[in-house]
């Protein structure tokens, strides 16, 4: 008991402070925007360029509206609770399957 | 180390589809028998505690950055496939909500950061658990180890994947290159990181909750 309300404490603190996460102004290694290719290589490569596939509602941790550390906020918050909505919805189906 | 979409080729994404696909279902099996009224509060809780560590980006001298991911913590408390599982779940958040990380990409990032990480990290902590710090070496050894997976899923691309003219069409940087700029970015900086996370949760929550890191210790 006394170890997951630590859990959950570590989890506020470091939502509170999410907005450490967005002091790096760089990007991953290998997840650079199309304009890096270009400078690089001369050239985007042809499947990152045209990469389609699924547009997410809320790209880069941001939110329409928001600025920068707001949405990254929102987001932490959001991603968390997806996750506990996710399990809480897991742990009333195991109750159900086994009473 | 979250591969967007386009940056693997469709053999690449194919094949490792068919190899996560297989595994998720026996993770899944796993997960069924390991959760309970007691395990699901923890497991929850550190799999959005993976999600949330994910977004500190650390930026490192060479002009990128990168994060540690809690995989390891989940796997030597509660086993590699929960923890498969759980970072997986986390991943796919960051995918669909977030666009971090790609969605054809998704099971080239859940081998590489959730399975990789879970289970050379339980391997390693399995080896020396006698050892004090073997948290933090689990923690190094399965960072390291996505970082070798992601590394060789993108450095592959040029070597595979070429137009008519020689140009790269997907990840343009070859394998070389992509090993030692992500690995080694990883053995010096984020591994460290995961190490450190590791050792941290491990040694508290031992103390606090003997209970929980019985069956590890």
Known sequence: MRGRRALYALLALLIMLVPLGLLSPDPAWGEWEESFYEKALGFVPEGIAKASGWHAPLPDYSVPGLGEVGGYYLSALLGVGVIAALFWLIGRGLKRGRG | ?217
């Open chain 2, 1 to 217: 180390m979250h591969i967007p979409d386009g940056y693997l080729s469709p053999a690449t994404c194919a094949v490792t589809w068919a190899a996560a696909l297989p595994l998720w279902a026996v993770a899944l099996r796993k997960v069924r028998a390991k959760l309970d009224e007691t395990t699901l509060p923890y497991i929850a809780s550190l799999t959005a505690l993976s999600f949330v560590i994910m977004m500190f980006n650390i930026p490192i001298p060479g002009g990128t950055s990168g994060h540690a991911v809690g995989a390891v913590l989940l796997a030597i408390l509660f086993g590699p496939w929960v923890a498969f599982a759980a970072v997986s779940m986390a991943l796919l958040v960051q995918a669909l909500l977030f666009g971090d990380g790609g969605v054809t990409t998704f099971a080239a990032n859940a081998l590489g950061m959730a399975a990789a990480g879970s289970f050379v990290g339980y391997w390693v902590f399995g080896a020396l658990r006698r050892w004090r710090f073997a948290p933090f070496a689990a923690g190094y050894a399965g960072m390291a180890a996505s970082s070798v997976v992601i590394a060789f899923l993108l450095g592959l691309q040029p070597h595979i994947a070429v137009d008519a003219q020689g140009k790269p069409l997907y990840f343009p940087f070859d394998l070389a290159t992509t090993m030692t700029a992500l690995v080694g970015a990883h053995l010096l900086f984020f591994a460290p990181v995961e190490g450190l996370f590791t050792q941290l949760g491990y040694t508290f929550l031992r103390r606090i909750e003997p209970e929980l890191t019985k069956e590890s210790a």
